[in-house]
């Protein structure tokens, strides 16, 4: 096991530096200077399109798909991410988890509005589509968007998976009931038989339950940990200057760099909120909106909620307490110690209960993106009952494993998988970024005419036959 652990960490390790951070930092740039900072200089326009409503009651709304995007984004990532980053990395991780985040958030403009360029209509009026149908399309390279709903599904079916199993039983640690060798087994089996009485479609109650609750606990998650930085007002001006003199400390990451904040800031700052990695797009193509440009607006606020708010509320809370940080409290310990400071026994119990509930609904969230990777690969068909049973019965078993893996085999496999989909897709957006770019300005042309932007295809070139549901 440690053979395969060091080799998946080397795979890891190679994937993001150089290769991956490249690619994602020349992306981003990239469309940030093409667009003029369209996530920043259209937040305003994002934040009143969130509340548009869609034209037909049947139809998904941009609000509707934008939340669908951010509960697959927000979860254990969000805590035990930002942790695993701050106490392996380093505090300067932070800031690069921001840098990324406001760069990434302009990928994640183009790919939901080439989501939306690209998108098909059922027999039931309602839309679908994703990076496989633009790759397919645009590109003309079938065989490529094949390969990326593999890589889909080996991420959002087995490593996330995996990562999110592992997280959740890991919260459970510092109970004094835990036991290394008999507790993440029973966790692991106690969440694989919840995960599948309800992919079997007898668990409609709890989806609903947790759809409700976990929203909440979000935002009082974010409560909590403001208060907790309230507490410690004191040490708020010190903790950012350590924020920023790790992040600038070029010699000691020049002297690690594969384990340096800034490494690990990217790495989990992507796991967290996934610009640019063609999971969203999935979820933009199915809203019905005026004009494409409209979604890829409304999801760079999905960025921005799950790092500048959630994620920076777990390192903020965890920094702000000053409690020892390294590698043995790694994860849900150092969150869990840092609450603690504050609400005592409570504190962690709190983390206990949050991170259930994200695991849980990421974990189903998950199979959803999985979904329609399967529909594409089988020639636009829904698989058999008999083949989804089958595997469904091997996602239960992935939730099980994931639990009982070491904590860098996790990581690494989740690592790997999604950096393939990144590497497949952020390219493609880059060879049809004209397309959504055009688009833009074509939204930009209208509004400053005073109209509410309506896209038809033929305004910035395109074979309406080829892009029907924008003729």
Not at 143 to 156: D, E, P, Q, R, S
Request: aromatic share 12%; charged share 15%.
């Amino acid at each position: 096991m440690i053979d395969i652990v060091y080799i998946l960490n080397e795979i890891d390790n190679i994937m993001y530096f150089p290769i991956l951070i490249i690619v994602m930092a020349l992306a981003g740039l990239y469309f940030t200077t093409r667009t003029r900072g369209v996530q920043i200089r259209l937040f305003p326009e994002s934040v009143r399109l969130l509340l548009e409503p869609s034209g037909d009651d049947n139809s998904v709304s941009s609000l509707q798909a934008m939340l669908v995007s951010t509960a697959s984004r927000v979860g254990t990532g969000n805590i035990i991410g930002v942790s695993t980053a701050i106490c392996l990395g380093g505090p300067g991780a932070c800031f690069w988890m921001w840098i990324m985040c406001i760069i990434g958030a302009s990928s994640a403009f183009i790919e939901s509005t080439l989501a939306q360029i690209f998108k098909k209509k059922d027999e039931n009026g309602q839309f679908y589509g994703g990076p496989a149908y633009y790759i397919e399309e645009g590109l003309k390279k079938p065989k490529i968007a094949a390969l990326f709903c593999i890589f889909l599904i080996a991420t959002y079916a087995v490593g996330f998976n995996l990562l999110c199993s592992y997280n959740l039983q890991s919260t459970f640690m510092d109970y004094s009931f835990y036991n290394p060798s008999i507790t993440p087994a029973i966790i692991g089996v106690l969440l694989a038989i919840i995960t599948g009485y309800c992919l079997f479609g007898g668990g409609k109650r709890i989806v609903n339950v947790t759809g409700t609750i976990v929203p909440l606990m979000g935002v009082s998650y974010v409560i909590i940990a403001l208060i907790v930085i309230l507490i410690n007002y004191s040490n708020i001006p010190s903790m950012f200057l350590l924020i920023f003199q790790d992040a600038f400390d070029f010699k000691s990451i020049a002297g690690g760099f594969v384990g340096s904040c800034l490494v690990y800031g990217i790495k989990r700052g992507l796991f967290s909120n996934e610009a640019g990695v063609g999971s969203a797009p999935n979820a933009s193509a199915s809203a019905s909106v005026s004009h494409p440009a409209k979604q890829g607006l409304v999801q760079t606020l999905s960025v921005y909620i799950d790092t500048l708010l959630l994620c920076t509320a777990t390192a903020l809370m965890c920094l702000s307490t000053g409690v020892a940080r390294d590698a043995a409290v790694s994860g849900a310990p150092y969150v869990q110690n840092s609450i603690a400071t504050v609400f005592g026994s409570a504190g962690p119990i709190f983390i206990t209960v949050a991170m259930v509930l994200f695991a849980f609904t990421t974990l189903l969230g998950n199979l959803y993106y999985v979904d329609n990777a399967l529909i594409f690969l089988n020639k636009k068909n829904k698989p058999t009952k008999k083949f989804m049973n089958i595997f469904y019965i091997f996602a239960i078993l992935i939730i099980f494993v994931g639990a009982i893996i070491p904590m860098d085999a996790a990581w690494a496999m989740a690592d790997i998988t999604m950096g393939g989909m990144t590497l497949i897709n952020l390219p493609t957006c880059v060879i049809l970024g004209k397309i959504a770019i055009d688009c833009l300005r074509d939204y930009e042309k209208k509004k400053k005419a005073g109209k509410d932007p309506i896209f038809k295809a033929a305004d910035i070139g395109l074979d309406e036959e080829k892009f029907a549901a924008w003729k």
